[in-house]
């Protein structure tokens, strides 16, 4: 066994890699994009660095694993995210006729990743789970350990392994009323799109 090789396989000289890499292993410079005012705790452990984008005024609390190895991570901005946040980008494939551990990226059928999208003014609570395809509406709280799997409704509260739509944070008028201190006339939502998505979503 070469000298590199009794290096990678030590188990000591791993463990010092990967605590440099996971509190000091990344600058500016690692990111698809950051804004200046971003805050994140460390440790953070990314996949991919380069697909992981983050807006103005957003925190991320200590121990973040971030995997978007293939799909993007994009966080807009104005979002706060508590402790153990998870984004998993990519998925699981099963092949006919060939063991789960087999299954390299190489020869994974394609549509398995998807980009991971979290919208402004959005809370995060503790221990929840983003999974792939997964868009966070705008103004959203997901609550304290979700596993969120399917895309959510803009101010909505959302919690639940699998997180499942609760209820609406605010009213319509107040939506309307946050909005229009907060963002461009282009940018609001109407009075028509919030009436039809609470009325989607108010049914179920």
């Not at 590199?4 to 410079?29: D, V, W």
């Not at 946050?178 to 963002?183: G, K, V």
Request: proline share 4%; aromatic share 12%.
């Amino acid at each position: 066994m070469g000298l590199k090789s009794k290096i990678r396989q030590n188990r000591f000289i791993r463990g010092l890699y990967f605590l440099y890499k996971t509190y000091f292993g990344y600058s500016r410079k690692s990111f698809g994009y950051i804004a200046d005012n971003v805050v994140i705790t460390p440790p953070l452990n990314c996949a991919n660095y380069k697909n992981l984008y983050i807006g103005e005024n957003v925190g991320i609390g200590p121990n973040a694993n971030l995997s978007c190895l293939n799909a993007k991570c994009i966080i807009k901005g104005n979002a706060a995210i508590a402790e153990h946040f998870t984004v998993h980008t990519g998925n699981h494939a099963h092949i006919n006729g060939v063991f789960i551990t087999d299954i390299t990226e190489e020869n994974k059928p394609k549509g398995y990743d998807q980009d991971v999208i979290i919208e402004r003014d959005v809370w995060i609570g503790c221990n929840v789970t983003l999974l792939s395809g997964v868009t966070v509406g705008r103004g959203c709280t997901i609550a304290a350990g979700a596993v969120v799997a399917k895309s959510t409704p803009p101010y909505a509260v959302i919690g639940g392994v699998p997180a499942k739509f609760i209820k609406f944070k605010w009213t319509i008028d107040e939506i309307l009323e946050h909005e229009a201190i907060l963002y461009p006339e282009e940018e609001r939502f109407s009075r028509n799109e919030l009436e039809d998505i609470f009325a989607q979503y108010q049914k179920k």
